[in-house]
Nanobody, 120 residues
Framework: QVQLVESGGGLVQPGGSLRLSCAAS????????MSWYRQAPGKERELVAT????????HFSDSVKGRFAIGRDNAKNKVYLQMSSLKPEDTAVYYC?????????????WGRGTQVTVSS
């Protein structure tokens, strides 16, 4: 059974930091690119950051570049999102995503999300 479980969300003041974690199980984690998405109220889900299966390449949306970092531990089946210099506009539900194309078939898994609220 595939599971992606996010943790680490919460309430933080502007300028603060949070570290999100996503624990994966039920699939070959090291073969999947991992991403963090977010969705704010009334807005579409947007891609925040992606890390390739080996961790050799990372990509960030312009809105978080320079403030967020993404990392993974393939031995622990976990992916992380380190968020710094948080702004109120970073408030959203953050989702963990696993994606792979194998043998011409697409695999796309989602977690249930963790709430991040940036407010004074």
């Amino acid at each position: 059974q595939v599971q992606l479980v996010e943790s680490g969300g919460g309430l933080v003041q502007p300028g603060g930091s949070l570290r999100l974690s996503c624990a994966a199980s039920g699939f070959t984690f090291s073969s999947f690119a991992m991403s963090w998405y977010r969705q704010a109220p009334g807005k579409e889900r947007e891609l925040v950051a992606t890390i390739t299966s080996t961790g050799g390449s990372k990509h960030f949306s312009d809105s978080v570049k320079g403030r967020f970092a993404i990392g993974r531990d393939n031995a622990k089946n976990k992916v992380y999102l380190q968020m710094s210099s948080l702004k109120p506009e970073d408030t959203a539900v953050y989702y963990c995503n696993a994606f792979s194309v194998t043998g011409g078939r697409e695999y796309n898994y989602w977690g249930r999300g963790t709430q991040v609220t940036v407010s004074s």
